[in-house]
């Protein structure tokens, strides 16, 4: 493999072998790359349906594709470039109040008392017709059942929270309006069954709830547009479709091997399995990826109101408002250029300039992108440039792992626990600033700051590049984790 440096902030990845397009890194000399990451790369470069492969600052190792890829694909779609969470994604919300207008602690608990947190949880339930219409119209769906008498019947408390907002102007600060379009008679039962209950829910892993102060603001004019101020108080979700996505990601995963091997498709292993957008089974993936990015949306959603609703009922002269909401792990058809792609974002972020976000109140200003670092370190709030056009309009949608979950927490096989890489008083000083609520306390360290790229660095090189600019940097204050 050819890893050219093109200049202080790209890599190129040139064309050789059974590649079928030259591939790019976005990263700087100071960022570290792994080799099976670039191998990854190079496997997903070589196969039929890519035209254009790329991979953000915060490239590691993932599931078939590293995280961090960005691929456009013309007739063709790789469940493993969407992933098993399937449009986890990002949330903002403001406040309207400064850092020091309330108690951390008391409002990390009373999160906590209504957001349930880790894996396997379960929160507020939709069955039937009710979870139907939602999985097929995302978060429009959700604000149509509130017109139906039985909602408030079933869902009193989720009703009185919803009764002061409305869907007409809060979808311009969904992407995609927060929904997407879904026929869900292709979801696996077994999905229907994990995911019914789980709205509202955070789930594991590196989801988290973070609670943020302000620290600096690098563009005024577009930070005082989106109620963005030194010293404010700001909250950031990060949450996806729990074990609804799940179930969809894995079972079409294994179906996109039988198919590829019917066909006699060159695939260079099995994670990299794809179906043809015009087959049956690419429809069926297709509109139930879609489904289960409707259930994320509207799960991020619910945590939203939650948390606006604690704010009303606690700080009766906070303004809590929504910045943006986000997917990083999506696949979609986009105009890039003068070709329609059907884009792949796996652990990527959105970053569109001013000039497609017409007919949104972004129309001037280009879309919020929201990107945390880790626990304990920095997280910032971007805009795209229009050059972000080489990136197929996306950037990186965190810090980036350097360290694998089993180093860094010291977790082997059989429930046996072997050394870690991060001691525990490295551990405690990361985050001695910061108040935290942990559901699973043996799993914390998985997510400590140490075993995460260098968030400034990953930040760096994409202002470097030239794709995107820094509007504000925000440091955690409370942090809730699964």
């Not at 050219?4 to 700087?28: F, H, N, P, Q």
């Not at 973070?210 to 577009?222: C, M």
């Not at 792990?329 to 990527?348: L, P, S, T």
Request: hydrophobic share 35%; proline share 4%; aromatic share 10%.
């Amino acid at each position: 493999m050819s890893l050219v440096r093109l200049d202080e902030y790209r890599l190129k990845l040139e064309k050789e072998g059974e590649m079928k397009t030259d591939a790019y890194i976005y990263a700087s000399e100071n960022i570290k790359i792994e080799n099976d990451a670039i191998k990854q790369l190079y496997n997903t470069a070589t196969l039929d349906p890519v035209q254009n492969v790329l991979c953000t600052p915060d490239i590691h190792i993932g599931f078939g594709v590293p995280i961090g890829t960005v691929a456009g694909l013309v007739d063709a779609v790789i469940p493993s470039a969407v992933g098993y969470d399937i449009n986890c994604g990002m949330t903002m919300l403001t406040t309207g109040l400064r850092y020091d207008e309330i108690v951390i602690k008391n409002l990390a608990h009373q999160i906590h008392n209504r957001i349930p947190l880790g894996e396997g949880k379960e929160n507020i339930s939709f069955d039937g017709e009710e979870l139907s219409q939602i999985l097929r119209y995302g978060v429009s769906g959700l604000y149509e059942l509130t017109f139906k008498k039985s909602f408030k019947k079933h869902h009193p408390e989720l009703f009185r929270i919803m009764e002061s907002v409305s869907y007409a102007n809060l979808a311009p600060y969904l992407e995609d309006m927060g929904r997407m379009p879904a026929i869900i008679d292709y979801i696996p039962k077994k999905a229907f069954e994990r995911g019914y209950k789980q709205f509202a829910t955070l789930g594991g892993g590196n989801h988290f709830i973070e609670i943020q102060r302000v620290i600096s603001v690098n563009d005024k004019r577009l930070a005082e547009r989106w109620g963005i101020y030194e010293d404010g108080l700001t909250i950031m979700i990060h949450s996806g479709s729990r074990g609804f996505g799940h179930e969809i990601g894995g079972y079409f995963m294994k179906l996109a091997v039988e198919y590829d091997r019917k066909r006699g498709y060159r695939i260079p292993n099995s994670n990299l399995a794809y179906f043809d957008i015009d087959s049956d089974e690419g429809n069926a993936y297709i509109n139930s990826m879609y489904a289960a990015a409707n259930f994320a949306y509207v799960n991020r959603h619910l945590i939203f109101l939650i948390i606006r609703d604690i704010f009303m009922k606690t700080m009766r002269s906070s303004r809590t408002n929504l910045v943006y909401d986000v997917p990083h792990n999506i696949a979609k058809y986009e105009n890039i250029g003068d070709r329609r792609y059907f884009v792949h974002r796996k652990g990527a972020t959105r970053a569109y300039p001013p000039s497609k976000m017409k007919g949104t109140p972004f129309s001037d200003t280009g879309q919020p992108i929201l990107i945390p670092g880790s626990m304990g370190t920095k997280s910032y709030l971007l805009v795209g440039n229009e050059s972000a056009i080489e990136t197929m309009y996306s950037v990186n949608h965190g810090a980036g792992r350097v360290m694998s979950r089993t180093a860094a927490s010291g977790k082997v096989k059989r429930g046996k626990v072997g050394s870690s890489l991060i001691s525990d008083e490295e551990f405690r000083r990361s985050i001695e600033d910061i108040y935290l609520i942990c559901e699973d306390r043996s799993s914390i360290k998985e997510e400590a700051p140490s075993a995460y790229k260098d968030i400034d660095e990953v930040i760096n090189t994409v202002v470097g590049a030239g794709i995107a600019k820094v509007v504000a940097v925000m440091k955690p204050l409370g942090v809730l984790k699964g």
